[in-house]
């Protein structure tokens, strides 16, 4: 592991900066919320423990009503997706099974957004493909950031994605007011953009300050 | 500890062709020597065997051991050197030092805390990154450079050997690229992974670290504590018993990393269930000859001076962040006799520093696929593309290119379209090897490299299944929801490889390190105490009048709950005793469907069948290692 990831992780970063756990976990405002809202006892639990029932609803869900699941149930499985793994962002990172929370996120992120693409019908499916893949990017830049930069993407970015939980709720409503190819096709163009614009930048950034380090060590070294 | 001939890795010798070497230099490609390191304090302590100065004034060519070292280290962009001597030494050390040119000083202390208490000193003022190390080290420019030049490394150390351990290098304990524990003449570690060949190098953000770990460790070196004498002695017996038993042809093998037992600074103490301290035979049953003796003696008289050792355990036992740079096959030896450094010079020159750090270059951590049937070509790719000067990003940025070539071809959904994606697909996961080694191989290390590496990896991989997914629907057999499945199952794992390391490293983070008055380390009072309760629970039995093999494991009445944790660290144990198997730990590297293996079942499907079945063995592949390595995931968190 690179030394700017262990930065990062480390005793003195822990404090300021949210674990490495949480960034990976890529929750937004209402996760988050949710998150405060549990009582004290609850949230010394492992996380693994409110994050695997939401997740597990949402597996049932597709197991039995697949792409046929009417709307208002589909709903109420999301709710509970949400509410659950959502929850799971104020308990423990600390415990043994810590380390389970963040890749059931996605799974239930990404089982979600494709789900509902299946509820509007095939024709949705290569949109849903589409915005996984920008999504992809940004939560393999997520990692990959925090460990080769030590950094995490601009807050704005973080805002404009919504969160897992936020981009569930939207995808849903997209269902629901009927623009769904279309309106995935559009996200996903839009959050590719950012996305991978911002990281663009970010390394113009972060290699433009490099350069100048490195430019003041050749002119110490020439005296 | 044995013969210094013994300390080098048997390796066969190719024709003699030094990088730095005047033939050589033609034909090295570009590396990079940027100043990573800013001073070197240099430890001229040791004395050496014949008497008369120290190790690190032996003579060396024209000049000497230190003034060869102090070479290399200018030639990394070291700027300044400070050696620390002894006072009766001084003058000969400083008429060297004129002789090396450059910024060297000198500085003389009569112990090695006043050693430490200068280390302090040095590393409290100044800025930029600070390497310790010995004087009478001989080794490659390269394998300094490897720790020195690696911007990847901020504070860490050259590490040596596998199981085996190294006369004059003391053992380490590292876990996920990281020391945790580490043993000194006064230290012990639990369970050792590696050798500490002396080199510590301390990046700018340590260097106050550094500096409280000298200063505490000189305090107690002052007057040394009952425990650390104790450990000393214990060493002593040790090191003798590792002699005698290689004088007897029973001795450990230094020969190739494999070998499973404990070399003699694994600890005999060290081995959770194997002897301890008070199983080693007494001294006296010990007969050695005169040149061993006189080995014994020159060992056990450099170790109070061993301060790189104790500074090292001082960094780890206050929570610094330390990595490892491995020596890899490169030549090693701290040559305190005249003798070992005429066997030092004859190994030394006699290795083809181009073909070691070539074969370094490849990843050791690497799949079946990648190892077998990429790494031996892409490896020569590497070194053509290194002679033509070109960069890792450039190979990446070339590899990416070909990526979406394949997909292009792919999505074409006709026969030639797939075998012709098929085999660019190759091609790209090959010039996706090549960067790395490129990199490995010349040094050129960048944050952004890595970054731009990982991302355009799953960029091909992606853009490969929207390419036969575009494909399939051309052909008339829509496929998405299995492209979706495919790309998330992917994301998925590769999110729960990245948890479960961060994971692991918050784990290593939160154990607390003993204070470094303490001999053991904390796993080795653990098993300390494991013995003890055994020992008191046999004597107890023995006081009954029963057997003590009809104990039960434990000292307290089994509960469940200790019978299935115990079941299930059986099981764990068992899981890694068949690695020893060189099939069945690539068989479960290949079950794990690393990147080689998903590349490789990619082509062959699409080539040979349609995209449809390409995901579906995915898919199926995946989800079989998904829970596979869940599985073992969960077992080792829960028991640990």
Same mark, same amino acid.
Request: hydrophobic content about 50%; overall charge neutral.
């Given at each position: 592991?690179?030394?700017?990831?262990?930065?990062?992780?480390?005793?003195?970063?822990?404090?300021?900066?949210?674990?490495?756990?949480?960034?990976?976990?890529?929750?937004?405002?209402?996760?988050?919320?949710?998150?405060?809202?549990?009582?004290?006892?609850?949230?010394?639990?492992?996380?693994?423990?409110?994050?695997?029932?939401?997740?597990?609803?949402?597996?049932?869900?597709?197991?039995?009503?697949?792409?046929?699941?009417?709307?208002?149930? /589909?709903?109420?499985?999301?709710?509970?997706?949400?509410?659950?793994?959502? &929850?799971?962002?104020?308990?423990?990172?600390?415990?043994?099974? /810590?380390?389970?929370?963040?890749?059931?996120?996605?799974?239930?992120?990404?089982?979600?957004?494709?789900?509902?693409?299946?509820?509007?019908?095939? /024709? &949705?499916?290569?949109? &849903?493909?589409?915005?996984?893949? &920008?999504?992809?990017?940004?939560?393999?830049?997520?990692?990959?950031?925090?460990?080769?930069?030590?950094?995490?993407?601009?807050?704005?970015?973080?805002?404009?994605?919504?969160?897992?939980?936020?981009?569930?709720?939207?995808?849903?409503?997209?269902?629901?007011?009927?623009?769904?190819?279309?309106?995935?096709?559009?996200?996903?163009?839009?959050?590719?953009?950012?996305?991978?614009?911002?990281?663009?930048?970010?390394?113009?950034?972060?290699?433009?300050?490099?350069?100048?380090?490195?430019?003041?060590?050749?002119?110490?070294?020439?005296? | 500890?044995?013969?210094?001939?013994?300390?080098?890795?048997?390796?066969?010798?190719?024709?003699?062709?030094?990088?730095?070497?005047?033939?050589?230099?033609?034909?090295?490609?570009?590396?990079?020597?940027?100043?990573?390191?800013?001073?070197?304090?240099?430890?001229?302590?040791?004395?050496?065997?014949?008497?008369?100065?120290?190790?690190?004034?032996?003579?060396?060519?024209?000049?000497?051991?230190?003034?060869?070292? =102090?070479?290399? =280290?200018?030639?990394?962009?070291?700027?300044?050197?400070?050696?620390?001597?002894?006072?009766?030494?001084?003058?000969?050390?400083? +008429?060297?030092?004129?002789?090396?040119?450059?910024?060297?000083?000198?500085?003389?202390?009569?112990?090695?805390?006043?050693?430490?208490?200068?280390?302090?000193?040095?590393?409290?003022?100044?800025?930029?990154?600070?390497?310790?190390?010995?004087?009478?080290?001989?080794?490659?420019?390269?394998?300094?450079?490897?720790?020195?030049?690696?911007?990847?490394?901020?504070?860490?150390?050259?590490?040596?050997?596998?199981?085996?351990?190294? $006369?004059?290098?003391?053992?380490?304990?590292?876990?996920?690229?990281?020391?945790?524990?580490?043993?000194?003449?006064?230290?012990?570690?639990?369970?050792?992974?590696?050798?500490?060949?002396?080199?510590?190098?301390?990046?700018?953000?340590?260097?106050?670290?550094?500096?409280?770990?000298?200063?505490?460790?000189?305090?107690?070196?002052?007057?040394?504590?009952?425990?650390?004498?104790?450990?000393?002695?214990?060493?002593?017996?040790?090191?003798?018993?590792?002699?005698?038993?290689?004088?007897?042809?029973?001795?450990?093998?230094?020969?190739?990393?494999?070998?499973?037992?404990?070399?003699?600074?694994?600890?005999?103490?060290?081995?959770?269930?194997?002897?301890?301290?008070?199983?080693? $035979?007494?001294?006296?049953?010990?007969?050695?000859?005169?040149?061993?003796?006189?080995?014994?003696?020159?060992?056990?008289?450099?170790?109070?001076?061993?301060?790189?050792?104790?500074?090292?355990?001082?960094?780890?036992?206050?929570?610094?962040?330390?990595?490892?740079?491995?020596?890899?096959?490169?030549?090693?030896?701290?040559?305190?006799?005249?003798?070992?450094?005429?066997?030092?010079?004859?190994?030394?020159?006699?290795?083809?520093?181009?073909?070691?750090?070539?074969?370094?270059?490849?990843?050791?951590?690497?799949?079946?696929?990648?190892?077998?049937?990429?790494?031996?070509?892409?490896?020569? =790719?590497?070194?053509?593309?290194?002679?033509?000067?070109?960069?890792?990003?450039?190979?990446?940025?070339?590899?990416?290119?070909?990526?979406?070539?394949?997909?292009?071809?792919?999505?074409?959904?006709?026969?030639?379209?797939?075998?012709?994606?098929?085999?660019?697909?190759?091609?790209?996961?090959?010039?996706?090897?090549?960067?790395?080694?490129?990199?490995?191989?010349?040094?050129?290390?960048?944050?952004?490299?890595?970054?731009?590496?990982?991302?355009?990896?799953?960029?091909?991989?992606?853009?490969?299944?929207?390419?036969?997914?575009?494909?399939?629907?051309?052909?008339?057999?829509?496929?998405? =929801?299995?492209?979706?499945?495919?790309?998330?199952?992917?994301?998925?794992?590769?999110?729960?490889?990245?948890?479960?390391?961060?994971?692991?490293?918050?784990?290593?983070?939160?154990?607390?390190?003993?204070?470094?008055?303490?001999?053991?380390?904390?796993?080795?009072?653990?098993?300390?105490?494991?013995?003890?309760?055994?020992?008191?629970?046999?004597?107890?039995?023995?006081?009954?009048?029963?057997?003590?093999?009809?104990?039960?494991?434990?000292?307290?009445? +089994?509960?469940?709950?200790?019978?299935?944790?115990?079941?299930?660290?059986?099981?764990?144990?068992?899981?890694?005793?068949?690695?020893?198997?060189?099939?069945?730990?690539?068989?479960?590297?290949?079950?794990?469907?690393?990147?080689?293996?998903?590349?490789?079942?990619?082509?062959?499907?699409?080539?040979?069948?349609?995209?449809?079945?390409?995901?579906?063995?995915?898919?199926?592949?995946?989800?079989?290692?998904?829970?596979?390595?869940?599985?073992?995931?969960?077992?080792?968190?829960?028991?640990?």
């Amino acid at each position: 592991v690179s030394a700017a990831a262990a930065t990062a992780t480390g005793p003195h970063a822990a404090t300021e900066r949210p674990s490495t756990l949480a960034v990976y976990r890529d929750d937004g405002p209402l996760a988050r919320a949710l998150g405060r809202a549990l009582p004290r006892e609850i949230a010394r639990r492992p996380s693994v423990l409110l994050a695997l029932p939401g997740v597990l609803g949402l597996v049932a869900a597709l197991a039995v009503g697949g792409a046929d699941t009417p709307r208002g149930a /589909a709903a109420a499985v999301l709710a509970w997706l949400v509410a659950w793994t959502g &929850a799971s962002s104020g308990a423990s990172h600390r415990d043994r099974l /810590a380390w389970a929370a963040p890749p059931l996120v996605r799974l239930g992120e990404y089982a979600g957004l494709v789900w509902i693409a299946t509820l509007h019908g095939g /024709a &949705a499916e290569p949109a &849903a493909f589409a915005l996984l893949c &920008a999504l992809a990017f940004r939560h393999y830049d997520l990692v990959y950031r925090l460990r080769h930069q030590g950094a995490t993407p601009a807050a704005w970015v973080d805002a404009l994605s919504l969160g897992w939980e936020g981009r569930l709720v939207l995808a849903f409503v997209l269902l629901v007011v009927g623009a769904l190819p279309a309106a995935y096709f559009a996200w996903a163009a839009l959050l590719a953009v950012v996305f991978v614009g911002e990281a663009v930048v970010s390394w113009v950034r972060h290699s433009r300050g490099q350069r100048t380090v490195e430019y003041e060590d050749e002119e110490d070294e020439g005296q | 500890v044995t013969s210094e001939v013994r300390q080098t890795q048997t390796q066969t010798v190719d024709p003699p062709r030094a990088l730095t070497g005047a033939t050589g230099v033609a034909a090295a490609p570009r590396r990079r020597t940027a100043a990573p390191v800013a001073a070197a304090v240099v430890l001229a302590t040791a004395p050496a065997r014949d008497g008369g100065g120290p190790a690190a004034l032996l003579p060396w060519e024209d000049g000497t051991v230190l003034s060869r070292l =102090l070479g290399q =280290l200018s030639g990394l962009g070291v700027r300044e050197a400070h050696v620390l001597t002894r006072p009766a030494w001084r003058g000969a050390v400083e +008429a060297e030092a004129e002789r090396a040119g450059g910024a060297v000083r000198v500085h003389a202390a009569g112990a090695v805390d006043g050693d430490l208490r200068r280390i302090a000193e040095l590393s409290a003022q100044g800025g930029g990154a600070l390497v310790v190390l010995y004087g009478d080290i001989v080794t490659h420019r390269e394998a300094l450079a490897g720790l020195l030049a690696d911007p990847r490394i901020a504070t860490g150390i050259l590490a040596g050997g596998g199981a085996t351990a190294r $006369p004059f290098a003391f053992r380490v304990r590292g876990r996920r690229g990281r020391l945790v524990s580490a043993a000194s003449p006064y230290h012990a570690v639990f369970r050792p992974t590696a050798s500490f060949l002396g080199v510590l190098k301390v990046g700018p953000g340590d260097r106050a670290a550094l500096a409280d770990a000298a200063e505490r460790v000189a305090a107690v070196t002052r007057e040394l504590p009952p425990a650390w004498r104790d450990e000393l002695d214990r060493k002593a017996r040790m090191w003798r018993y590792a002699l005698y038993r290689a004088a007897h042809g029973e001795q450990y093998s230094d020969a190739d990393g494999d070998a499973d037992g404990p070399g003699p600074e694994a600890d005999a103490l060290g081995e959770d269930d194997g002897g301890e301290a008070d199983a080693l $035979p007494a001294s006296g049953a010990l007969e050695l000859s005169d040149e061993d003796e006189a080995r014994l003696r020159e060992r056990t008289a450099a170790a109070p001076d061993d301060a790189v050792a104790m500074l090292l355990v001082g960094m780890i036992r206050s929570g610094a962040h330390v990595s490892l740079s491995h020596l890899r096959a490169l030549y090693w030896a701290r040559t305190l006799s005249a003798g070992a450094v005429d066997s030092a010079r004859h190994e030394i020159t006699g290795y083809d520093e181009d073909r070691v750090l070539l074969d370094s270059a490849v990843k050791a951590s690497d799949g079946f696929f990648t190892t077998f049937f990429v790494s031996p070509y892409s490896r020569y =790719l590497a070194r053509w593309a290194a002679r033509r000067g070109f960069t890792p990003n450039q190979v990446t940025t070339v590899s990416v290119l070909i990526g979406v070539l394949a997909a292009a071809a792919f999505a074409t959904g006709e026969r030639w379209g797939l075998i012709a994606g098929a085999v660019l697909l190759q091609a790209a996961f090959t010039t996706d090897c090549v960067d790395g080694q490129l990199a490995r191989y010349t040094r050129q290390f960048s944050k952004l490299g890595a970054w731009l590496d990982s991302v355009f990896d799953r960029t091909k991989e992606y853009a490969a299944f929207a390419g036969l997914a575009i494909g399939a629907s051309r052909a008339g057999d829509p496929v998405w =929801l299995l492209a979706c499945s495919a790309l998330a199952l992917q994301s998925v794992r590769h999110m729960a490889d990245f948890s479960y390391g961060a994971g692991q490293q918050q784990v290593i983070g939160a154990t607390g390190q003993p204070p470094v008055e303490q001999s053991g380390d904390t796993w080795s009072v653990a098993a300390d105490a494991r013995r003890a309760a055994r020992r008191a629970e046999i004597e107890a039995a023995a006081a009954a009048g029963r057997a003590p093999a009809e104990l039960p494991e434990t000292a307290a009445p +089994a509960a469940p709950g200790d019978r299935v944790h115990g079941l299930l660290r059986g099981v764990l144990s068992a899981w890694h005793v068949v690695d020893r198997l060189g099939a069945v730990r690539w068989l479960k590297k290949m079950i794990a469907f690393p990147i080689g293996e998903r590349f490789a079942a990619i082509s062959l499907t699409a080539a040979l069948f349609t995209p449809r079945v390409t995901f579906v063995v995915l898919l199926a592949w995946g989800g079989f290692a998904s829970l596979y390595t869940l599985a073992g995931r969960v077992l080792r968190s829960v028991v640990r």
